[in-house]
């Protein structure tokens, strides 16, 4: 079976921490993704990755970087997290072809107090 | 801009039939994605369309045309268990895809 895994379902901390979201993909997948989801809004994408070590921003990187040492891991990092980083946390994964689906993780429900 | 629509909740009964709507305006378009996503769940993939004209797969059925940008979700059938969010997605000119903020189906007995 085919497995997107997130390191953790449920986060809480506090303003100014550093928050490390851990993403890792069994599938060989060459594109990663992190996005974020919030009630009435689409997904929205953070980062993603296409390669080992390569990074793109996506639609809303301010307040996010993002990690990819190895093939089958994408971390995304908040550097100073803040209230309004409150969300669900959903990364992705998928073959190089655009055209087909992408495999999600459970997600990380993120509450910062 | 880019723009996915669709309705925000539906409520539909058990063994009946649903037409979940999309409409989109996107920079270019490579294809719309059809998602199922249970509360608290990931989202998993339904259906994708490229090519105009009607999808079936089961009990779902997805439909797309391309000059009017609209497609729709077709649930036959209807079980509790399609009690869900489901998300369309749109594939513009730079190959990023584009979400819209997705209808909740609420199934009642």
């Known amino acids: 079976d085919v497995k997107v895994t997130q390191s953790s379902r449920y986060l809480v901390k506090r303003t100014g921490e550093k928050v490390f979201l851990e993403c890792v993909q069994d599938?060989?997948?060459?594109?990663m993704f992190w996005y974020r989801q919030d009630p009435g809004l689409g997904l929205r994408l953070i980062y993603f990755?296409?390669?080992?070590?390569?990074?793109e921003k996506g639609d809303i990187p301010e307040g996010y970087s993002v990690s990819r040492e190895k093939k089958e891991r994408f971390s995304l990092i908040l550097e100073s997290a803040s209230t309004n980083q409150t969300s669900m946390y959903l990364c992705?994964?998928?073959?190089?072809?655009?055209?087909?689906?992408?495999?999600f993780g459970q997600g990380t429900r993120l509450t910062v107090v | 801009g880019q723009n996915i629509d669709q309705p925000t909740e539906m409520t539909a009964t058990e063994g009946a039939i649903v037409q979940i709507n999309c409409t989109y305006q996107?920079?270019?378009?490579?294809?719309l994605f059809w998602y199922q996503q249970h509360a608290g769940e990931a989202p998993t993939f339904l259906s994708y369309?490229?090519l105009d004209g009607l999808e079936e797969k089961g009990r779902f059925s997805s439909f797309l045309s391309r000059s009017k940008g609209y497609s729709y979700l077709l649930l036959k059938e209807l079980q509790m268990k399609d009690s869900a969010s489901y998300l369309c997605a749109v594939l513009d000119s730079n190959y990023q895809l584009i979400w819209g903020a997705g209808t909740k189906l609420i199934i009642k007995p």
């Open positions: 996107t920079s270019g378009f490579n294809g």
């Open positions: 990755s296409y390669d080992v070590k390569m990074k």
């Open positions: 992705a994964s998928s073959p190089p072809s655009q055209s087909t689906e992408a495999f």
């Open positions: 369309n490229v």
């Open positions: 599938m060989d997948h060459e594109n």
